[in-house]
C-alpha cells in the first residue's frame, strides 16, 4: 500500500489527497514520509513539521488557501480561479451561461428554477454569478435532465 501511495501522490491535487485520505483511512496514509513531505513542498510552508496532520490543519483552517490545490487565493469561496475553472473538477464553478449550455435542450425555464433554488457561490467582476456545478448536477438530475456531454 505504501509504495502505491507514494507513485500516486505525485498525480493527485492536495484536495484529491485528502479526500483519498478519508476514505481509505488516515493510519495507512500518515505513515508514507513521502506523502506528507509532498503535501508540505506543495503549500510552500518550510517551516512546519512534515505530517499530514498539520497539511490538514493548514488547508481546512486557512482563510487564504485554495481546499484544492492549496494554493493562496483571496477569493471568498476558498477556491483558485483554476480549480473553478477546472472542467468537471470537484470544485467546478458553473454559471447561468454555462448551465444552459450543459444542458442544452432542457427548457429555459426549469434551468431557471433550477438556479433560483440555489444560491450563487460567487460572484464574477462582471457580475455574473457562479454555482457549484455539483450541486446544479445534483438538482438538474432531481429534475430527471442528465448533462449534456461535450
Ligand atoms: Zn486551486
Redo the contacts with the bound molecule.
Keep these: 500500500m505504501e509504495s502505491i501511495l507514494e507513485v500516486l501522490a505525485d498525480y493527485l ?1 492536495l ?1 484529491e489527497l485528502f479526500r483519498l485520505r478519508r476514505a481509505i483511512g488516515t493510519r495507512a496514509f500518515d505513515d508514507v514520509p513521502h506523502v506528507a513531505d509532498l503535501a508540505v513542498r506543495r503549500l510552500g510552508l518550510v517551516r512546519m513539521a512534515p505530517t499530514l496532520r498539520n497539511v490538514a490543519l493548514c488547508m481546512t483552517t486557512s482563510k487564504h488557501r ?6 493562496r ?1 483571496q477569493r471568498a469561496v476558498l ?6 475553472d477546472q472542467k468537471n473538477g470537484y ?1 467546478e464553478l458553473i454559471s447561468r451561461r454555462g448551465m444552459a449550455l450543459r444542458w442544452r435542450g432542457v427548457r429555459a425555464g426549469t434551468i431557471r428554477r433550477a438556479y433560483s433554488r440555489l444560491s450563487p457561490s460567487s460572484v464574477r467582476a462582471t457580475g455574473e454569478f457562479l454555482y457549484w456545478r455539483a450541486a446544479v448536477d445534483a438538482l438538474m438530475t432531481s429534475y430527471g435532465h442528465a448533462p449534456v456531454p461535450g
Design positions: 491535487t484536495g485554495c481546499r484544492e490545490c492549496g494554493a487565493t477556491v483558485c480561479h483554476s480549480c473553478a470544485f
